[in-house]
């Protein structure tokens, strides 16, 4: 069946679709600034690097974020925001740009190398918030970007100037008396609905913002105390506080201390659960959730069922933040206010007990989202991951600082492979793998799962050197020790590394004795799936099609069950290679179209780009040459953060020279170039809307997808066509696949 030809693709001097960013929404209205506001737009206008410098609490982060938006039009490839408070380790600085713009790498290259290449072409605006603590590193990174792309503006904001070679620094100073009295009064009205000021009151919250040096956070303290007290007694309470510090002459306070003083006396004001609360709040890195809360943060002073009604109260005072994302309601404290709260702690002599406390939490977390990953929650269990990498961070950091306890981490580090693998976090899980490892500790289950991790992060980065040294470690020590797991799970990635370097019949063997393995102890789970995958895809290599799609059917069989995607889509891939080469472009296309959504979904770059591979050879089977070249261009744009095109294996890429062979036959040289070229200018999520897009063109289901012939894969006694098992999960989209 010929497919309907698509219009021309864009003409070689046209530009994308752009990208805008990441920033987050306002949760309350922005108050005052307009005169900041327009000297910062207009230094941006002048100057790659402006950094916003001033003491904590003046509102950087706001006023940053407010400018980033207000300009967000000026770059075509968006504003992307990177919060680096909750970063403590200076080698992970690189890791959270990487994050921050929204970036997927497999390869082993230094995340350095990633940010440069992706910034180098790209007109965007990089704003980084709290790197004080980090200033250094920060600049010394800042300085090599901004060298290398030119393209690239950053938006700074921290307590101190980075000191960069053409840096335009910007003071921010307190608000204005009228800005601030503004902002004070909309802050009390949202804690004591109907709050409005007679001209008298007017005069004593001017007199308030005025004590406070007008700066913001402290207006929002001292506004969250109305709910209990009046105007005249927060101001009576603060002026004692002032000349408690300052022998009674409140001008003399620097604003520093001001604020200090203001989240004191909001401490002072506090009762003694809400403060020993505060001060074990201060243990989180970043966002945290009830559930976190009530089991870390509980205990004596605090019992589990009353923490929900004092972080209530703590949310009234502004002394926490709520804020909403994908994974449900979240909390955080403004870093002024954690520091505050950690130093408190260290006084109660408790905080090594809920550094602990928190560790064993996020540990504990990890092995339920490991488990939830092979189940219908796998997409949940990724985003509650990916919301809680730096308390993840930090429980690792926290089990490295003790040798006895260094098997926690990697016992951590191990138990998120899935993160690592799966959702395309390889450069930080190799970052954490190797860490962990490098520590000596004995060879238990923690340590060989570690290892075998390694290896399969390894192998996805195409480094076959080292995942050879990992697993060949960890089936040695496996075998010594008697640990069946890590000896299986060895073995499979040995025969996944066989795979990629074009030895199917040694890849066939592997998997197969890893299976058996696996039927052995039980074992059953997305890995066990893949390693059935990655066996259907060996066979299929040898030239089996029938026997590959019968391995990857049950897979997908097994999938439905259990409402696993990841794999799923994997098992698609196979099925739909051996589809297409069996001449059924239908049954392909609709199976590759959801390996495709499912992989992109997950950031699974290298299931995105196998998927578009092949997607470019059914559509220039289906008579569309031009929209092929086009795909095969948007592959190529994707393939160096994957690594190796196809991983430089002729198995992989017969398919890939085959769609070009056609396409040039087809186009000439010329305009096959042209479109391909048009191709590499499409970022990820156009390039996978575009491929699925195309399926959508086709109309009615080719004729060669009725029933499949007697003894066909999929089919059943006298032709009848199996159906894949019912699946435990609702509304999973996608084509219906027979």
Not at 366 to 372: G, Y
């Amino acid at each position: 069946m010929r497919r309907p030809q698509r219009p021309s693709s864009t003409p070689d001097d046209a530009e994308p679709a752009p990208v805008r960013g990441n920033l987050p929404a306002e949760l309350n209205t922005f108050v005052g600034r307009d005169a900041e506001l327009a000297e910062l737009a207009e230094l941006l206008g002048e100057s790659r690097l402006v950094t916003v410098a001033g003491v904590a609490g003046v509102g950087k982060t706001r006023i940053t974020t407010r400018v980033a938006a207000l300009m967000e039009k000026r770059y075509f490839d968006g504003v992307w925001i990177a919060e680096l408070s909750a970063v403590h380790d200076p080698e992970l600085l690189e890791h959270a740009l990487v994050t921050a713009l929204g970036l997927t790498d497999h390869t082993s290259r230094p995340p350095r190398a990633v940010l440069i290449e992706h910034c180098a072409e790209r007109r965007l605006l990089l704003v980084i918030d709290g790197f004080e603590h980090l200033a250094d590193t920060c600049a010394e990174l800042v300085r090599e970007l901004l060298r290398r792309a030119p393209g690239l503006q950053v938006l700074a904001a921290g307590r101190r100037p980075l000191r960069v070679d053409g840096e335009r620094t910007f003071p921010l100073m307190p608000m204005t008396d009228d800005d601030a009295l503004e902002l004070f009064v909309r802050r009390a009205a949202a804690v004591y609905p109907g709050f409005r000021p007679a001209d008298g009151d007017r005069e004593t919250a001017r007199e308030l913002c005025r004590r406070l040096d007008c700066i913001p956070l402290a207006l929002e303290l001292a506004a969250g105390r109305l709910r209990a007290l009046t105007m005249e007694q927060v101001l009576h309470r603060l002026d004692d506080r002032f000349r408690l510090l300052t022998g009674g002459s409140p001008s003399a306070l620097p604003r520093h201390q001001t604020l200090r003083t203001a989240i004191g006396w909001s401490h002072e004001l506090c009762a003694p659960e809400q403060r020993l609360l505060w001060a074990r709040l201060s243990v989180f890195a970043g966002q945290f959730d009830l559930e976190a809360v009530e089991y870390i943060c509980s205990g004596p002073g605090l019992p589990a069922d009353s923490v929900l009604d004092v972080l209530d109260e703590l949310l009234a005072q502004s002394v926490v933040l709520r804020e909403d994302s994908a994974v449900g309601s979240r909390y955080r404290l403004l870093d002024t206010v954690r520091e505050y709260g950690a130093e408190w702690l260290r006084a109660t002599g408790d905080a090594e007990r809920l550094r602990r406390r928190h560790r064993d939490w996020y540990l504990g977390l990890a092995t339920w989202c490991e488990l939830d990953w092979f189940s219908p929650r796998q997409a949940e269990a990724a985003a509650r991951i990916d919301s809680e990498l730096p308390n993840l961070r930090r429980a690792m950091e926290c089990s490295m600082e003790s040798p006895e306890e260094v098997h926690l981490a990697q016992y951590l580090a191990g138990t998120l492979w899935f993160y690592w693998a799966g959702c395309g976090r390889l450069s930080e899980g190799r970052h954490w793998l190797d860490h962990v490892l490098e520590e000596e500790s004995p060879y238990d289950h923690s340590r060989l799962k570690a290892l075998w991790v390694l290896g399969y992060v390894a192998v996805l980065q195409g480094d076959p050197v080292s995942a050879v040294s990992a697993l060949q470690e960890c089936r040695e020590e496996g075998e010594r020790s008697g640990d069946a797991t890590a000896v299986a799970y060895a073995v499979h990635r040995t025969g996944c590394l066989s795979i990629v370097t074009d030895d199917p019949v040694r890849a066939e063997e592997l998997l197969r004795e890893a299976l058996g393995r696996y039927r052995e102890i039980g074992e059953l789970n997305s890995n066990v799936l893949m390693a059935q995958v990655e066996l259907g895809m060996a066979v299929a290599f040898r030239g089996d099609l029938d026997a590959a799609a019968v391995i990857c059917d049950e897979v997908r069989e097994i999938c439905e069950d259990h409402g696993e995607r990841w794999t799923l889509a994997y098992a698609l891939y196979v099925l739909g290679y051996a589809a297409l080469q069996s001449g059924r472009s239908g049954r392909a296309r609709r199976m590759l179209g959801e390996s495709l959504s499912i992989a992109h979904a997950f950031h699974d770059l290298l299931g995105t780009v196998l998927s578009l591979e092949l997607l470019a050879l059914i559509t220039v089977t289906e008579g569309d040459a031009a929209e092929a070249a086009v795909l095969q261009g948007a592959a190529d744009r994707m393939w160096p953060s994957v690594g190796l095109p196809l991983f430089g294996s002729a198995h992989y890429g017969r398919p890939r020279a085959e769609c070009e062979e056609r396409a040039r036959a087809e186009l000439g040289d010329t305009r096959y170039d042209v479109e391909r070229r048009s191709g590499r200018r499409l970022d990820a999520q156009t390039a996978v809307a575009r491929a699925l897009d195309a399926g959508a063109d086709d109309g009615a289901a080719p004729e060669d997808d009725g029933a499949a012939p007697e003894g066909a894969p999929g089919a059943g006694p006298a032709g009848e066509t199996r159906r894949p098992a019912a699946s435990r999960t609702t509304g999973r989209g996608g084509p219906e696949l027979g």
